[in-house]
């Protein structure tokens, strides 16, 4: 799997940061919200339920998952 984020319309609101700790940070920017960062682009399937549940909770949907 694969993940793309759109930062556009990020936030970052953390809830990402919440369900994937160990594939999500959200940094602080210096203009306007702070935003998600990806730390692992192709994260293992061991950690597939948590990505899932991080895009399906983001509350702005910027998180899409691409299968392989």
Same mark, same amino acid.
């Given at each position: 799997?694969?993940?793309?984020?759109?930062?556009?319309?990020?936030?970052?609101?953390?809830?990402?940061?919440? %369900?994937?700790? /160990?594939?999500?940070?959200?940094?602080?920017?210096?203009?306007?919200?702070p935003q998600?960062? $990806? &730390?692992? !682009?192709?994260?293992?399937? %061991?950690?597939? /339920?948590?990505?899932?549940?991080?895009?399906?909770?983001?509350?702005?949907n910027v998180?899409? $998952? &691409?299968? !392989?």
């Amino acid at each position: 799997m694969k993940i793309k984020i759109d930062l556009a319309l990020c936030q970052g609101h953390s809830v990402c940061l919440d %369900e994937a700790p /160990e594939v999500f940070d959200v940094i602080d920017q210096d203009d306007g919200y702070p935003q998600v960062r $990806v &730390l692992l !682009d192709n994260p293992p399937q %061991e950690l597939r /339920e948590k990505v899932m549940k991080a895009a399906k909770y983001c509350p702005n949907n910027v998180i899409t $998952v &691409l299968e !392989d």
